[in-house]
């Protein structure tokens, strides 16, 4: 241990510290499969202590628990999702659930979104819809929920204190596109972030973006290291 962290105490974040999440991709009962990974952008600095521990376009994961698609005798179909995890800026993944509930709608009539456990539960809920044409569940891009952090849980400080200004550079910032190139000139993945840390990226890390570039084969390693030196783009 560090002595920087043996000196300042360990930051507890409590139980139920809300995080605000936006849905980065639509996602339907019609398609999604049963263990297929979701996405979700963090709204906003979540902020314990006068610290931040998660950025403001970070990203959570979700998994899809259950999905049914439409049925007979107007049963519409259902979609399950569980609020997995985020990762605090010290790279440490910490467990979330989700206990709020709301509403929503659909064109198979009302539909309630209950948000129970770990897991957000879509499922129609009028009976003067038994013997319409059911529907699929379809859950736009956009849609937001809070999620909260399941148990108090514990870290180092230091690693939220400390901060590591950029290395003085010359020419253009390092972008999203230089890493890609770096990567198809078949550099190793420790290469690359080293580039990336002696370097000022200005690098966009929207959640689509982060999707695009692991469907192109960039490692986590590497894409945990650019989340470390960009900020999103507007």
């Given at each position: 241990?560090?002595?920087?962290?043996?000196?300042?105490?360990?930051?507890?974040?409590?139980?139920?510290?809300?995080?605000?999440l936006?849905?980065s991709?639509?996602?339907?009962?019609?398609?999604?499969?049963?263990?297929?990974t979701v996405?979700?952008?963090?709204?906003?600095?979540?902020?314990?202590?006068?610290?931040?521990?998660?950025?403001?376009?970070?990203?959570?994961?979700?998994?899809?628990?259950?999905?049914?698609?439409k049925?007979?005798?107007?049963?519409?179909?259902?979609?399950?999702?569980?609020?997995?995890?985020?990762?605090?800026?010290?790279?440490?993944?910490?467990?979330?659930?989700a206990?709020?509930?709301?509403?929503?709608?659909?064109?198979?009539?009302?539909?309630?979104l209950?948000?129970?456990?770990?897991?957000?539960?879509?499922?129609?809920?009028?009976?003067?819809?038994?013997f319409?044409?059911?529907?699929?569940?379809?859950?736009?891009?956009?849609?937001?929920?809070?999620?909260y952090?399941s148990?108090?849980?514990?870290?180092?400080s230091?690693?939220?204190?400390?901060?590591?200004?950029p290395?003085?550079?010359?020419?253009?910032?390092?972008?999203?596109?230089?890493?890609?190139?770096?990567?198809?000139?078949?550099?190793?993945?420790?290469?690359?972030?080293?580039k990336?840390?002696?370097?000022?990226?200005?690098?966009?890390?929207?959640?689509?973006?982060?999707?695009e570039?692991?469907?192109k084969?960039l490692?986590?390693?590497?894409?945990?290291?650019?989340?470390k030196g960009?900020?999103?783009?507007?």
């Amino acid at each position: 241990m560090s002595l920087l962290s043996a000196e300042v105490p360990d930051l507890v974040i409590p139980d139920g510290t809300p995080i605000r999440l936006r849905l980065s991709r639509n996602v339907s009962s019609g398609d999604a499969k049963e263990g297929e990974t979701v996405d979700f952008e963090v709204l906003q600095d979540v902020v314990v202590n006068n610290t931040v521990i998660v950025k403001r376009g970070g990203v959570a994961l979700g998994t899809v628990t259950e999905s049914r698609s439409k049925r007979r005798m107007g049963r519409a179909g259902r979609l399950d999702i569980n609020i997995d995890n985020t990762r605090l800026i010290s790279g440490e993944r910490i467990a979330l659930r989700a206990v709020k509930a709301g509403s929503g709608g659909s064109n198979a009539g009302k539909m309630t979104l209950a948000i129970v456990a770990t897991t957000i539960v879509f499922f129609p809920v009028a009976p003067l819809f038994l013997f319409a044409k059911g529907k699929d569940m379809n859950i736009p891009k956009g849609t937001e929920v809070t999620a909260y952090t399941s148990g108090e849980i514990r870290v180092e400080s230091a690693p939220f204190l400390v901060t590591h200004p950029p290395a003085p550079t010359q020419g253009k910032p390092l972008t999203n596109e230089d890493v890609m190139a770096l990567k198809a000139a078949g550099f190793s993945d420790s290469v690359i972030i080293a580039k990336i840390a002696a370097s000022a990226p200005s690098f966009n890390t929207e959640p689509a973006e982060l999707i695009e570039l692991r469907a192109k084969g960039l490692g986590d390693a590497v894409i945990e290291q650019m989340l470390k030196g960009g900020a999103p783009q507007k």
